[in-house]
């Protein structure tokens, strides 16, 4: 397994944070065929290839994954999309 951490700072009201962390994880859903739940300030990410989580805190989104084979191959464009959705979906 490979292991990604993504880290965001953001300064948005924790209600318009956790709308835009809902839309970040529908668009990876979308996109990986994932499926997310809530569990508190933890919106949790379950797929046959991905285990992980996007944490949600006053000033800071975090997401933390598990990738298996052969989803791990792709960590580089896995990243690069998460922090792509970060930047857009988590400005002010």
Do not use: N
Not at 26 to 52: E, M, N
């Amino acid at each position: 397994m490979v292991s990604i951490t993504r880290v965001r700072q953001h300064t948005l009201d924790p209600v318009v944070a956790r709308a835009r962390v809902e839309q970040i994880a529908a668009k990876l859903a979308d996109r990986f065929g994932a499926r997310c739940r809530w569990d508190g300030d933890r919106l949790c990410v379950d797929h046959t290839s991905v285990q992980g989580a996007l944490s949600l805190t006053a000033h800071q989104v975090t997401l933390e994954a598990e990738l298996r084979f052969p989803v791990s191959l792709l960590r580089t464009q896995i990243e690069t999309e998460i922090d792509r959705l970060m930047e857009r979906e988590l400005s002010a």
